[in-house]
């Protein structure tokens, strides 16, 4: 089975620090994704990488960066935490085909005090 | 851009009933792919059934069914012999050519026993 870990279930971060949010998968898939989710607007997409150092822009980047440096691992950064960041981050992995469905994490729920 | 529509907020189902999640897409895409995920309370994403838009036949996964009207771009998802386990948040979502997920709202799901 494939296998998409994030570092937690929970953190708490204060206004202005810098937070980092990691994301393995151990199925050696090319593409990985981050969301976040809010009530009544589902998943909404951060950014994503089709490859190693490769990264794209998704709807909401603002306040975001990723980086990633091996394939099996992508971390999503808050530069500098704001309380309106609070929210369930979930990652996610594909093949770079088009075909098959991307596998989730178990999510993080983050809040900004 | 690609959007996604989930109607409903929440239902309700007896224990051992059908239930019909509403789903409809929108694109200019000639291929794409729909997809049912299942979100319980501890928030995992897990992936439920697909439907390319060529199949000819619609997808089944157990339990699952996707009731597909291309003409109608519907993609509603039947769960039958409902179970209280089945108790979540249930996805739609459309990936097109750039292998990105769009997501509908949600449709919490609560079965009664």
């Known amino acids: 089975d494939v296998k998409v870990t994030q570092s937690s279930r929970y953190l708490v971060k204060r206004t202005g620090e810098k937070v980092f949010l990691e994301c393995v998968q151990d199925m050696d898939h090319e593409n990985m994704f981050w969301y976040r989710q809010d009530p009544g607007l589902g998943l909404r997409l951060i950014y994503f990488s089709y490859d190693v150092k490769m990264k794209e822009k998704g709807d909401i980047p603002e306040g975001y960066s990723v980086s990633r440096e091996k394939k099996e691992r992508f971390s999503l950064i808050l530069e500098s935490a704001s309380t309106n960041q609070t929210s369930m981050y979930l990652c996610?992995?594909?093949?770079?085909?088009?075909?098959?469905?991307?596998?989730f994490g178990d999510g993080t729920r983050l809040s900004i005090l | 851009a690609q959007k996604i529509t989930q109607t409903q907020p929440g239902m309700f189902v007896q224990e051992k009933e059908a239930v019909t999640l509403d789903c409809t897409y929108d694109t200019s895409d000639p291929s794409y792919g729909l997809f049912w995920y299942k979100q319980p309370s501890s928030g995992e994403m897990i992936f439920l059934i697909y439907q390319g838009s060529y199949d000819q036949q619609n997808a089944t996964e157990g339990r699952y069914s996707l009731n597909f009207q291309k003409a109608r771009k519907s993609a509603n998802l039947v769960i039958s012999a409902s179970q209280l386990g089945d108790s979540a948040m249930y996805f739609c979502a459309m990936r097109t050519n750039d292998y990105k997920l769009s997501f509908g709202a949600g449709t919490t799901v609560t079965v009664r026993a």
């Open positions: 996610a992995s594909s093949f770079f085909s088009s075909e098959g469905p991307q596998h």
